[in-house]
């Protein structure tokens, strides 16, 4: 753990990946962000505009652990719980986003 307080948690995994938790007890919703340290600063001018563009590819679908899923999967898996989808690309890093009920974080976790 590299730092905590109350309701702030900061973790470094075994692969490097960073974890923040930021409980809000009085919401019943949650927000899951996972960033991607790419952006168009990264980019050389010839592949300008490529972090953007594999931004929007990730919604396109996807085979792993979890299962395949197509675009169209992920946006009624995320719609029958009623959460939204959403996505972005700045100068340093590409965002993936879900907001929805916290009952499930785990579900959305999952999709995200």
Do not use: W, Y
């Amino acid at each position: 753990m590299d730092a905590t307080d109350d309701d702030t948690h900061l973790a470094t995994l075994a692969n490097g990946l960073r974890v923040l938790v930021i409980r809000t007890p009085q919401r019943q919703t949650v927000d899951l962000s996972v960033f991607v340290h790419t952006g168009s600063q990264h980019e050389a001018p010839r592949d300008n505009g490529i972090s953007h563009m594999v931004e929007h590819m990730a919604f396109k679908g996807t085979a792993g652990p979890l299962g395949e899923r197509s675009c169209q999967r992920i946006n009624l898996d995320a719609e029958s719980l009623g959460a939204q989808v959403n996505a972005h690309t700045d100068k340093d890093h590409s965002a993936f986003h879900m907001f929805g009920l916290v009952r499930d974080a785990q579900a959305l976790l999952e999709l995200l």
